[in-house]
């Protein structure tokens, strides 16, 4: 059985990459493509727990101490779900993956973007994704979507307007970097033309002969 693919969903917070993860996962799964669906930071206990850390508002987190606390969640992600899923042959689902670091720590907290990409590249043994959609999003629009969420706002999501602008065009440095993985989709549109999309660029890195043995 041959390696599974990595896709991994990106953005700054409130661009709705947990919905689109869920849709695609289920449109996928309708097209006989399962995929594993995890998120960060989290998807298995020891993350999960750092998630809880990272993102409490009572907690004051260095920039430096954040940045490494991302990368250990990740690295156990890395080494108790997502290598093992991609050895069999799994598609794998990622709502955040290392470029969040990148845009987040590196750009946004001022680290250096080639500085948490090592630290990251470390944690994940170098596991690079082989796709990323990147959801961009004015930040002042994001900021509109979560105001209207039921649930008050995270350690990070608390952060100003500044912050964000940075992320989003950390982001966008990223992406006209590395143009073949990392794939921008305009997420100002409707649910349904975003989903739309992802679908079609998933598909194009999935190999014929991928599709043809699910279906």
């Given at each position: 059985m041959g390696r599974g693919?990595?896709?991994t969903i990106e953005g700054i917070d409130g661009v709705g990459k947990s919905t689109l993860a869920r849709a695609l996962a289920g449109e996928l799964a309708g097209r006989g493509l399962p995929a594993e669906l995890l998120r960060e930071p989290g998807g298995v206990e020891l993350s999960e727990r750092i998630r809880s850390l990272v993102k409490d508002p009572a907690l004051?987190?260095?920039?430096?101490?954040?940045?490494?606390?991302?990368?250990a969640a990740r690295a156990q992600l890395v080494q108790e779900?997502?290598?093992p899923l991609l050895a069999d042959g799994a598609v794998v689902l990622?709502?955040?993956f290392l470029d969040s670091s990148l845009a987040y720590q590196g750009a946004g907290r001022g680290l250096g973007v080639e500085h948490v990409r090592a630290i990251n590249l470390f944690a994940t043994g170098g596991l690079q994704a082989d796709l990323t959609l990147l959801l961009r999003l004015a930040p002042g629009d994001a900021r509109a979507r979560q105001a209207v969420r039921d649930t008050?706002?995270?350690r990070l999501e608390g952060e100003g307007e500044d912050f964000f602008q940075t992320i989003a065009a950390a982001y966008d440095e990223l992406?006209?970097?590395e143009p073949g993985r990392i794939r921008p989709i305009d997420a100002s549109r409707s649910p349904e033309l975003v989903l739309a999309e992802a679908v079609s660029l998933v598909l194009g890195v999935l190999a014929p002969t991928d599709?043809?043995?699910s279906a």
């Open positions: 693919r990595l896709i004051s987190v260095s920039p430096r101490a954040e940045a490494l606390l991302y990368a779900r997502v290598r990622l709502d955040r008050p706002p995270d992406a006209r970097s599709r043809a043995s």
